[in-house]
């Protein structure tokens, strides 16, 4: 019995210092933590943004600061984009997908993220007042001034606006229409995805494809970007 108490005092010193810890590397990852409840649980205390659990005291404190955002990344933009399409209890992401847009934006980065339902939700990540926001972007696709603003001057290439075609994008098929044309600017090589799906946008790193890319929609939320040379047809 005595043991058990030394164990629970241990577990409760270090639960103290592990949250005052985390707190500490989030706010200078602008991230403000909820109150931890490590008195309550310990170890096992749950750590929320806003109300929103990211995972456990435990599995956070094994995170460097890189991986400790991503896990708030994750969370906070899955949150944002379910919130933003109203969506039933339950549904969740499975990709979350960076957009290679011109900086500098109004934004940090532009995510899509992926649900279970196959619908594409473009979220910016921002600072706002030393906080970062996630919100979702609006698209107006029949706007050339704002596609211009994202992803740099109008380009051409073999396929052309308006023009329907099928595209290849992680191993599945895709029909639509080109919205945009653009220069390949520079291959993104996959990132190491997590077991929950964090990629990088635009399937496959074509490394000898120089020809332009195209923006397609497919009718299924923010466009795919895709390289020329995933164009089946």
């Known amino acids: 019995m005595t043991y ?11 639960a103290c210092h592990k949250a005052q810890q985390i707190t500490v590397a989030c706010e200078q ?20 943004v806003k109300g929103t659990e990211i995972a456990s005291l ?27 399409i109203h969506a039933r209890p339950g549904l969740k992401a499975v990709m979350w997908s960076p957009v290679e847009v011109v900086q500098p934006q109004e934004f940090l980065s532009l995510w899509i993220i992926t649900l279970e339902t196959d ?36 380009s051409e290439g073999a396929y052309h606006l ?7 994008d992680r191993e599945r098929y895709y029909s639509g229409q080109i919205l945009y044309v653009i220069p390949p600017g520079k291959i993104i ?20 494809d120089v020809a332009a890319r195209y923006i397609i929609d497919c009718n299924d939320g923010f466009p795919h ?4 040379s995933q164009v089946i047809q």
């Open 4 to 14: 058990s108490r030394s164990n629970g005092i241990k577990e409760q010193e270090e």
């Open 29 to 48: 990852l602008h991230i403000r933590l909820d109150p931890i409840d490590w008195q309550q649980y310990g170890m096992q205390a749950p750590v929320k």
């Open 58 to 84: 435990m599995n956070l404190s094994q995170c460097d600061p890189d991986g400790l955002l991503r896990q708030v990344q994750i969370k906070l933009l899955e949150h944002a984009a379910l919130e933003a």
């Open 119 to 154: 619908e594409r939700i473009p979220i910016t990540e921002s600072i706002r007042q030393g906080q970062r926001c996630y919100e979702y972007f609006t698209l107006n696709r029949d706007d050339e001034h704002q596609l211009a603003v994202l992803f740099g001057p109008a």
């Open 162 to 168: 308006g023009e329907s075609i099928t595209i290849k």
């Open 189 to 208: 090589p996959n990132r190491k995805s997590t077991s929950r799906g964090y990629h990088t946008i635009g399937g496959t790193a074509y490394r000898n």
């Open 225 to 228: 970007i895709v390289y020329q």
